[in-house]
T-cell receptor
Framework: NAGVTQTPKFQVLKTGQSMTLQCAQDMNHEYMSWYRQDPGMGLRLIHYSVGAGITDQGEVPNGYNVSRSTTEDFPLRLLSAAPSQTSVYFC?????????FGPGTRLTVL | RKEVEQDPGPFNVPEGATVAFNCTYSNSASQSFFWYRQDCRKEPKLLMSVYSSGNEDGRFTAQLNRASQYISLLIRDSKLSDSATYLCVVNFGGGGADGLTFGKGTHLIIQP
């Protein structure tokens, strides 16, 4: 089992560019979510999905889109990157209350 | 209101010592509680769940005090490898990730 995988590990974008952060899990978990982690802040939920075809907004959804066409994949799209989106992004899948996190993507927006 | 408060530290502790830190939460209706561990530049991983009756796993003990709305983590005989940030996580009642609130973490440094 690879668990939760994320690509890329690092990314630098210019303001206004768009990109997709990839997330995949092989544990057959229905629940998947995206968080961002900033210095001095706790993990904050961006979007989550309770199953294929179903997504919902978390605490900080603005500037991000998600889709869930399969159980395995849950990509996060930045529509027009802004410096405020510089952060570490974690994807997670969950069984009950336990979150299994991917290794993260470190994103810098210039 | 969903708030989870932790002392950010750092807690500098000599190897072999016992260390404890608390986490307070805002909502008395909170349902479940967890401690996660996050190593530097790594992802968080579940350390242990916190049950009403307390929970012990080797050198780690977690306690819940519902009356005072806090949970605690005690580490005995601390090891260098215990150096990490410990995140307090509270489920305020959602079905999954949407119900979880993460604290900002307590940074622990075990010194030789």
């Amino acid at each position: 089992n690879a668990g939760v995988t994320q690509t890329p590990k690092f990314q630098v974008l210019k303001t206004g560019q768009s990109m997709t952060l990839q997330c995949a899990q092989d544990m057959n978990h229905e629940y998947m979510s995206w968080y961002r982690q900033d210095p001095g802040m706790g993990l904050r939920l961006i979007h989550y999905s309770v199953g294929a075809g179903i997504t919902d907004q978390g605490e900080v959804p603005n500037g991000y889109n998600v889709s869930r066409s399969t159980t395995e994949d849950f990509p996060l799209r930045l529509l027009s990157a802004a410096p405020s989106q510089t952060s570490v992004y974690f994807c997670a899948s969950s069984r009950g209350n336990e979150q299994f996190f991917g290794p993260g993507t470190r994103l810098t927006v210039l | 209101r969903k708030e989870v408060e932790q002392d950010p530290g750092p807690f500098n502790v000599p190897e072999g010592a016992t260390v404890a830190f608390n986490c307070t939460y805002s909502n008395s209706a909170s349902q479940s509680f967890f401690w996660y561990r996050q190593d530097c530049r790594k992802e968080p991983k579940l350390l242990m769940s916190v049950y009403s009756s307390g929970n012990e796993d080797g050198r780690f003990t977690a306690q819940l005090n519902r009356a005072s709305q806090y949970i605690s983590l005690l580490i005995r005989d601390s090891k260098l490898s215990d150096s990490a940030t410990y995140l307090c996580v509270v489920n305020f009642g959602g079905g999954g990730a949407d119900g979880l609130t993460f604290g900002k973490g307590t940074h622990l440094i075990i010194q030789p």
